[in-house]
């Protein structure tokens, strides 16, 4: 990846554990990511722990391929479903 490619966002997440499954899943597969806090979450967090999005961001160039990895992942509702 060169220095000049922009960073987009792919999509965005409840909490740590689950940016850290789509970043390392997508790093595995070739594609660059990393997840970024929103700012204004920041108190939250620390005092209640509460849910926030993570952003998850890859280049712009990788876009693409990042969501078609994406779509191939079960989703939680389908989980949800298939254990009832």
Do not use: F
Not at 19 to 36: C, D, E, F
Not at 71 to 76: A, C, D, K, T, V
Request: hydrophobic share 35%.
């Amino acid at each position: 990846m060169s220095t000049n490619d922009s960073w987009i966002l792919l999509t965005e997440v409840a909490d740590d554990t689950e940016a850290g499954l789509i970043t390392g899943y997508l790093s595995n597969h070739g594609i660059s990511a990393k997840s970024q806090d929103n700012p204004y979450s920041g108190a939250m967090r620390v005092i209640g722990g509460l849910g926030y999005e993570i952003s998850i961001l890859v280049p712009e160039n990788q876009l693409e391929r990042a969501r078609e990895l994406l779509r191939q992942l079960p989703s939680q509702e389908s989980n949800e479903e298939s254990d009832a």
